[in-house]
């Protein structure tokens, strides 16, 4: 029977091979074997790698079925390296179906769990495998800080074809720097040999639409049907579907029109076949979000019945110990009617704090929204107003750092009002890096220790 180790081993060689049947026919055929064995690991790992497989063959029903299976078996083990593969698979399979927030959900909860691995090389192979899809669902966001951010996470794990492929194609996307987009192309080909085969045949794609670019369509088309025939290998039907649609293309701007139509709808028939499948999955995953999201409205009123119930336990049981206590406090007369009169005073001075506070928060309440106002416009008397209404906090604030510049006041300000950094960012027209290094900035002028929490030491002031 294979150990977890040597089953990836085997795995990753049939895939770099491109032979993703011969990769699924072992895993099943280990599969039966962990079972007889009652190996809960090895079957975890065997669907995982199952899930993997027919995801990569656009399977995406059965690679869930199987993934499922892994995570009844995973639920029984601790094993943190399957937990976050598992979570890496289900990121995967929600990423290529097009729902990227939610393969984000999954690949975050990847990254948790991989971050516990004691194993550095095993840590950093998940590690890698979220960040370069949560690479591949930010650039379909749009949201490019983000893609930066998991480009330099990859580089400082390792440096495979993809990074140097996902760069290169953003260039030649924007059609625009056309020399990068070569440079990175060729890093990517020293790595070539090592590669996943369906990382050399987006490698030799890239090349294609930098040749098509470039209008050098000969060259282009060599690399399209490199490409291709990985492609078919694998039986990757989206990539063999993307590779028919430029080939179609380039014919097409050849003039050869026989050829072009030819690939065009070889294209049409595989892309039809391809969208009814992703069609029928995202029917039963949106239907099943929706039966998890009720279940969560459910969980949660459970909780709300419960809090209630100890509450009014809670208040009942207090209301007996006050019943008793004030029962014995009756018989002594002299000290009860002492205890009253301290009650009395008691109360009025809280009466009058209550009335004082009223008051305050009322004029404070009043000015919320024009502070908030003044801050959004950028206005010069945002400073000016907010120490009307926060006087105290302003003295104490300068007098204890009389050094304090008109902008660190005002980050202090803001987070006095208790404004995200998102909003601090907007106001201040800077980006969310910027608000994250003043905030540190100021607590090192304000002499807090690291693990200090500035926001909360403001409020508290």
């Known amino acids: 029977m294979y150990s977890i180790d040597e089953l990836d081993s085997i795995t990753n060689v049939h895939k770099t091979r491109g032979d993703i049947d011969l ?45 499922d299976k ?72 749009k949201k490019m800080d983000s893609v930066y951010s998991m480009q330099k996470k990859c580089l400082e794990i390792a440096q495979e074809p993809i990074i140097y ?12 720097h056309l020399d990068s987009a070569e440079y990175y192309l060729k890093k990517a080909v020293p790595l070539f040999e090592k590669s996943p085969a369906d990382q050399k045949a987006l490698t030799l794609l890239l090349f294609g639409d930098l040749y098509t670019e470039k209008k050098e369509y000969q060259k282009a088309l060599d690399y399209y049907f490199k490409s291709l025939a990985i492609s078919r290998k694998m039986k990757r039907k989206d ?82 110990v006050r019943k008793a206590y004030v029962k014995k406090q009756k018989k002594k007369d002299e000290l009860i009617k002492c205890k009253n009169e301290l009650i009395e005073k008691k109360d009025e001075l ?45 003295e104490k604030l300068l007098s204890q750092y009389p050094n304090l510049k008109d902008s660190e006041l005002k980050i202090s300000a803001f987070l006095r009002l208790n404004l995200t950094n998102k909003e601090i960012g907007q106001y201040e027209n800077i980006s969310l890096r910027s608000v994250e290094t003043r905030k540190y900035r100021l607590k090192k002028k304000f002499g807090l220790a690291p693990e200090a929490d500035l926001i909360k030491w403001i409020q508290e002031l």
Do not use: M
């Open 239 to 320: 990539h063999v579907r993307n590779v028919y649609e430029r080939i179609s293309k380039t014919f097409r701007t050849l003039h050869n029109k026989e050829k072009a139509d030819e690939y065009f709808k070889n294209h049409s028939f595989l892309n039809d076949s391809i969208n009814a499948r992703e069609k029928k999955v995202l029917h039963i995953i949106v239907d099943q979000l929706a039966q998890e999201k009720k279940q969560e409205e459910r969980d949660k009123k459970k909780i709300y019945v419960l809090f209630c119930v100890i509450f009014l336990v809670f208040v009942g049981l207090l209301y007996f």
């Open 70 to 141: 892994a995570k009844s078996e995973i639920s029984n083990t601790k094993n943190l390296y399957l937990q976050a593969r598992l979570y890496n698979e289900y990121g995967r399979n929600y990423s290529l179906l097009g729902l990227f927030a939610e393969g984000n959900e999954y690949f975050n909860k990847a990254i948790a769990k991989a971050r516990k691995i004691p194993g550095k090389k095993e840590k950093n192979h998940q590690l890698y495998f979220s960040y370069t899809w949560k690479w591949y669902n930010f650039e379909y966001l």
């Open 23 to 67: 990769a699924v026919d072992f895993n099943q055929k280990a599969l039966k074997q962990y079972r007889k064995n009652d190996n809960i690991e090895g079957i975890a790992a065997a669907n995982i790698n199952l899930g993997n497989l027919l995801c990569t063959l656009n399977y995406y029903t059965e690679s869930f079925i199987y993934l």
């Open 350 to 394: 809280i009466e009058i704090q209550s009335k004082e506070t009223h008051i305050l928060k009322k004029k404070v309440n009043n000015a919320f929204p024009q502070l908030i106002n003044l801050a959004k416009t950028n206005d010069p008397f945002f400073i000016t107003r907010f120490k009307e209404v926060y006087p105290e906090f302003c």
């Open 165 to 176: 492929v996902k760069a290169a194609g953003r260039f030649i996307d924007g059609k625009k």
